[in-house]
């Protein structure tokens, strides 16, 4: 990543506070940076205690989120239905990763 990329990459994180979620492909529009950097970036600072990973369940049929958020993977269900439109879901199939801010030293 540039240093530009980086500079922007920070200065969005900025904005979050403890308990907020971060989305890396949100992130990554915002900033103009690569996907893959975001998420290099975002895994360093979880090894540096400042965000931790967490899950959400995403229906590629309707386009909505559950409201549901998960810690782990192994808690997302094995398979469960949509809120929206009723459609199953399952975990490797429509799940993504998010970020969930929990020290705002960024």
Request: hydrophobic share 40%.
């Amino acid at each position: 990543m540039s240093d530009t990329g980086l500079d922007k990459a920070l200065m969005y994180l900025k904005f979050f506070d403890v308990g907020q979620w971060i989305y890396p492909g949100l992130m990554s529009r915002k900033t103009g940076v690569e996907i893959k950097h975001i998420y290099s970036l975002l895994d360093i600072l979880v090894d540096e205690g400042l965000l931790i990973i967490n899950y959400e369940s995403y229906c590629h049929i309707c386009g909505k989120f559950d409201i549901e958020i998960y810690e782990t993977f192994a808690s997302i269900p094995h398979e469960h239905k949509c809120e929206h439109c009723e459609s199953t879901l399952t975990p490797l199939d429509n799940s993504i990763v998010i970020y969930k801010v929990i020290n705002n030293e960024l």
